[in-house]
């Protein structure tokens, strides 16, 4: 059974730094793409990003040049690293993955499993 659990979300002060873990388990890490997506108070989730099995990273455009993200195959691990954090970055944010190989969506719906989310808080 896939299971992602993420990390690293907590309070911070407009202009800040944190970094979000997703640990995944129960199946071959490296194969499959992953992604970050996030869900503010009263609005639907968004995509933010996503790392393909290979390495290749895409963002929204509303993050692009402030996060990045990586993984690390060896530790099962994906990572997001979000810098000059926003207020409107405030949202419970999400790693997820999907059942199919070598696959790289963008969509919410294209994505079958998912992390229990972690809160992040940026203060004016």
């Known amino acids: 059974q896939v299971q992602l659990i993420e990390s690293g979300g907590g309070l911070v002060q407009a202009g800040g730094s944190l970094r979000l873990s997703c640990a995944a388990s129960g199946r071959t890490f490296s194969n499959y793409a992953m992604g970050w997506f996030r869900q503010a108070p009263g609005k639907e989730r968004e995509f933010v990003a996503a790392?393909?099995?290979?390495?290749?990273?895409y963002f929204a455009d509303s993050v692009k040049g402030r996060f990045t993200t990586s993984r690390d195959n060896a530790k099962n691990t994906v990572y997001l690293q979000m810098n000059t954090l926003k207020p409107e970055d405030t949202a419970i944010y999400y790693c997820?993955?999907?059942?199919?190989?070598?696959?790289?969506?963008?969509?919410?719906?294209?994505?079958?499993?998912w992390g229990q989310g972690t809160q992040v808080t940026v203060s004016s």
């Open positions: 790392i393909s099995w290979s390495g290749n990273t």
């Open positions: 997820a993955s999907t059942r199919r190989q070598n696959y790289l969506p963008l969509r919410e719906p294209d994505y079958d499993y």
